[in-house]
């Protein structure tokens, strides 16, 4: 390969008469020779020097010829049609809620920010390089400001407008109740006017147009000045009520309909289509520049494959002879590789095997755990039961006086809304329903509804959450990992073993500690075991189950303490061999804290047992509060440190234990 020529300054006078500079590599060469290293080190120093330059040229090329992306064109335009669709749903939802469609203004607050978002967006893009589209831009972001002002205006007026149109029928209403009491001509003439206007109100709130809105404000004044005349009391207070709430229909409506227009006859479109011809002018523009650059990179590239050609056929002798080198290499690889696939390959088996073993044997203790305590569980599930059967007993007697208060309360309503009602069937039929009302107040029947209610919710709420956490307890979810509160944990645990320690004294003794990251799902495992082990070593009597969490650097440690007959100290070796068990035979199956251990060593944990005969014994819990961590091997329980009075033993490392239940 030929290197490329630097001439050389003159070191002498005389070296002017050189028809030609010499090439530094051709001297170098013939004083040094073609395989001296000084020759070699510029000949590579050139060529990477001349190839930085053409990967330059190159990069330079490739770069303005690709800054027309078709992609961000899609982008930006993708994105001006969304914005536009926004604007038509922005105008259609405004529509809705003066309609009364829409209950609420999320959907316009989620428009406005959604418009906001993309244009903010648009304006980081690297479209918005071009000035003239970044003005379009910001003329857009203006008019969907004035707009989101406009509609803001809007929500306030609807609200205020809302809430009157809902209370007027209300207000009505009680100040008719109200003037039913007074007697003479103007109560009924105010009745009456009363009616009348709360019809034109409505009226005006379905077609506002200038003929219904005068005959409100007729209707208004009508009554304003019946009610002027009435004397002080409740009717002239209640007429007052209704008053206000007609005089904020009146003013609001016609403001939300100006505010309306506002709303849908914002510039937003105008700028919308101004800032898309803008872009796209702009990508005519550099769709044009890019093909010339194209063009120039064509011939450029044209020009290194007319090289690298030229290259590659010197290269092709190197290439053969390393082809030949690289298939003996392979040859020898493909032998290793297939004893190294075969090797992974039983493994793989084995593992799987294991885990397989393990997850049997989990959910074996799981099952067996459920069964020793299915009867308890039933009769925990069947006590509020019985209350919530009893309340509902209850609750279909007391029904039918609410359904006889309800049915001539609808009576009742009927007869006042008929134009010729009359006076002395109104009467009892008022009567009638302040008679049941009364008595119904007197018996306290809605209060023990109320209490029924409550107390049957209370009980459902005990059996779900029962079987909420039999379910969850009996799940095969060992590899799913979440961050987790072991207060939690103990908590749910304690639900599930409710039958077995009811008879004797818990004491909670938690204080704050950080969440982990671990399988929830055996961790309440081996809370259950030391739960369950604890409360069948207690006394009939007298015995007390302590549990206590705290954090102690970056562990988190949880203790199952209890009062009971303790364990032996020949034992204490051996508690967390697998099928290792004190219990006579057909009550234990000797595996709860062989799979207590596992587990929290597979959780990068480790378990200490405290324990003295004669007066009870403590299991400790230590799992790293930073989250779980997958151990290669299993480690040693540790040693607690204990009164002289106290022994104290470290459990073994299981014989047949698996490294880690989650691996």
């Avoid at 407008?161 to 105010?190: D, K, Q």
Wanted: glycine share 6%.
């Amino acid at each position: 390969m030929s290197a490329l020529a630097l001439p050389l300054p003159s070191a002498t006078p005389a070296s002017a008469s050189r028809p030609a500079e010499e090439p530094v590599t051709r001297r170098l060469a013939r004083r040094f020779g073609h395989g001296h290293p000084a020759a070699r080190l510029v000949r590579a120093v050139l060529a990477l020097a001349c190839l930085a330059a053409a990967l330059v040229l190159l990069g330079f090329l490739y770069f303005k010829s690709t800054s027309a992306d078709p992609t961000v064109r899609a982008e930006v335009e993708s994105a001006l049609r969304a914005i536009r669709q926004d604007d038509t749903d922005w105008s259609a939802e405004v529509l809705r809620t003066k309609l009364g469609i829409a209950e609420d203004y999320d959907a316009i607050v989620a428009l406005d920010r959604g418009v906001r978002a993309r244009i903010a967006r648009l304006a980081t893009h690297p479209a918005a390089a071009d000035p003239a589209f970044r003005t379009s831009l910001g003329a857009l972001d203006g008019a969907f400001r004035h707009k989101a002002e406009r509609s803001d205006r809007f929500k306030s007026h609807n609200s205020i407008l809302r809430n009157s149109l809902r209370y007027l029928p209300t207000a009505a209403a009680e100040a008719r109740a109200a003037l039913s009491g007074v007697a003479g001509n103007t109560a009924r003439e105010a009745d009456a006017l009363l009616a009348h206007a709360l019809t034109e109100s409505l009226k005006y709130a379905v077609v506002a147009d200038e003929s219904h809105r005068a005959g409100m404000q007729e209707a208004i004044e009508r009554l304003q000045a019946r009610t002027a005349a009435l004397p002080a009391g409740d009717a002239r207070d209640a007429a007052g009520v209704f008053l206000v709430h007609a005089h904020t229909v009146l003013r609001f409506k016609r403001d939300e309909e100006a505010l309306l227009a506002a709303v849908t006859q914002a510039p937003t479109v105008r700028n919308l289509d101004l800032a898309i011809k803008t872009f796209e002018s702009g990508a005519a523009f550099a769709a044009s520049a890019a093909d010339f650059w194209r063009t120039l990179l064509a011939l450029y590239c044209g020009a290194l494959l007319a090289l690298a050609a030229a290259f590659a056929w010197r290269l092709r002798g190197s290439y053969v002879a390393l082809n030949r080198a690289n298939s003996a290499l392979s040859a020898a690889n493909d032998g290793l590789e297939a004893r190294v696939l075969e090797r992974t390959r039983e493994l793989e088996a084995a593992l799987k095997s294991l885990k397989e073993s393990e997850s049997q044997l989990v959910q074996s203790e799981k099952m067996s755990s459920l069964g020793q305590m299915v009867a308890g569980v039933a009769h925990e599930i069947n006590t509020p039961l019985a209350y919530v059967r009893s309340n509902l007993e209850v609750l279909a007697e007391r029904a039918g006086v609410s359904a006889a208060i309800a049915a001539h309360a609808a009576e009742l309503v009927t007869r006042l809304a008929h134009p010729d009602r009359e006076p002395e069937a109104l009467n009892a039929c008022f009567q009638t329903l302040a008679r049941l009302t009364q008595s119904s107040s007197a018996d306290g029947t809605a209060d023990e509804l109320g209490r029924l209610a409550h107390d049957g919710l209370h009980g459902i709420a005990q059996i779900s959450d029962i079987v909420t956490n039999l379910k969850n307890f009996s799940r095969l979810d060992l590899s799913k990992t979440t961050w987790f509160d072991v207060r939690d944990g103990l908590d749910s645990t304690l639900v599930i073993a409710r039958n077995v320690v009811k008879s004797h004294h818990v004491v909670k003794e938690f204080t704050e500690v950080p969440k982990i990251e671990c399988s929830p799902s055996q961790l309440n495992q081996v809370f259950l075991n030391l739960i369950t082990n604890a409360a069948q070593a207690l006394p009939a009597a007298g015995g007390i189950l302590t549990l206590r969490t705290r954090a102690e650097g970056k562990e988190v440690r949880i203790e199952v303490s209890d009062n009971g007959k303790g364990i032996a100290p020949e034992h204490l070796p051996r508690i967390f061999d697998p099928f290792f068990t004190t219990k006579p035979v057909g009550e234990g199956t000797g595996l709860g804290l062989s799979i207590a251990y596992k587990i929290v060593n597979a959780h990068g944990g480790r378990i200490a047992v405290d324990s003295t005969p004669g007066c009870g014994t403590t299991f400790s819990v230590f799992l790293p509060a930073q989250g779980l961590q997958r151990k290669a091997a299993a480690r040693r329980p540790s040693r607690v440190a204990a009164a002289p009075s106290q022994r104290t033993a470290a459990a073994p490392i299981p014989r047949e234990a698996p490294a880690s239940l989650l691996a």
